[in-house]
């Protein structure tokens, strides 16, 4: 009697199954975290550009000894931040927040979603007597707020609780923000 040797080659089904299998869990282990990532990503970067913003503005108020206006202004389709002064020829700058992101305050707030022009005073303070906030929303819910210091100049990052009314948490509790996606 003769015998043949069959080499195997390829996979059987049932390791093919299997593969496949441990592939389906993993993704959808890591799926709801990227979409998390995704969401937060969206609205932060246009939030942290702001702030560079702010932060290039009031050092040219402070290094040109004149003040320098931060206009926020809330389009029909798309929304932009402006920053001008007087020893600023050719070097205005602006930022239009990406489709999708708008100045916006939560429902449960009212007032305007940005301040009236803010002037940052060749000391880097603010002019005006108010502490201004500028307010950030995506189409999801999820709102960010920038409070300026009258005194200082700075500016303070928080996001809004999905659910609440009025919890505000800090820039110390960011890890621990809450998404809506």
Known sequence: MEQRRYLARGFTLIEGLVVLAVLAV?????LPNLR???ARGKL???VRDVERLVSVARLKAVN??????MTFTVGEKQDSVAVSGTRMSGLEQSYVLPVGIRFRRPPSESGPAVPSPV???PTGSLEG??????YFGDER?????LTFSRATGQIRRE?????ETSVWQGPTQEGKWVWLY
Do not use: H, Y
């Not at 993993?26 to 890591?30: N, P, R, V, W």
């Open 119 to 121: 002037v940052l005073a």
């Open 26 to 30: 993993l993704i959808s282990l890591t």
């Open 64 to 69: 040109s000894r004149q003040p320098v206006t």
């Open 159 to 163: 996001k809004l609780l999905p659910g």
């Open 36 to 38: 998390r990532t995704m």
């Open 129 to 134: 007597n108010v502490d201004p906030a500028v």
């Open 44 to 46: 932060l970067t246009p």
């Open 141 to 145: 819910g999820n709102f960010i707020r």
